[in-house]
């Protein structure tokens, strides 16, 4: 799949460290089984957009909070924990975060969704 965007690819990738970090000159990598099912979806010339989101959160149906972090390949986030406190506040959930928990996945950066739940 081509971008706008030149030189910008979205592609399967045999190897799971790839997908999950910035390794390429800026491909959007998956799993062969998630871009198969995603290109079935998507019709030729359907609109999108690149969104460059080093901090996500998620809360489930069950109320567990997920974090997930990345480095900032584009210095663009001044500080890491302050765009956390700040997208979980978004959320109204800092009062049922293990905060410890999410600490270690702001520093470690593995770039896969964690539990930060209490």
């Not at 959007?28 to 080093?54: A, C, D, Q, S, W």
């Not at 069950?62 to 210095?75: A, N, P, T, W």
């Amino acid at each position: 799949m081509r971008f706008y965007v030149t030189g910008i690819l979205m592609h399967d990738n045999i190897a799971s460290p790839p997908v999950y970090s910035y390794r390429s000159h800026g491909c959007v990598r998956g799993m062969p089984e998630h871009i198969k099912h995603f290109f079935k979806k998507v019709e030729i010339n359907t609109p999108g957009e690149l969104i460059y989101k080093p901090v996500k959160t998620a809360v489930s149906d069950q109320g567990r909070i997920f974090l997930e972090v990345h480095r900032d390949i584009y210095g663009k986030i001044k500080n890491l924990r302050n765009e956390v406190l700040q997208v979980i506040g978004q959320q109204v959930v800092s009062d049922k975060v293990n905060w410890e928990k999410a600490g270690t996945v702001i520093r470690e950066k593995v770039c896969i969704a964690e539990d930060i739940s209490l």
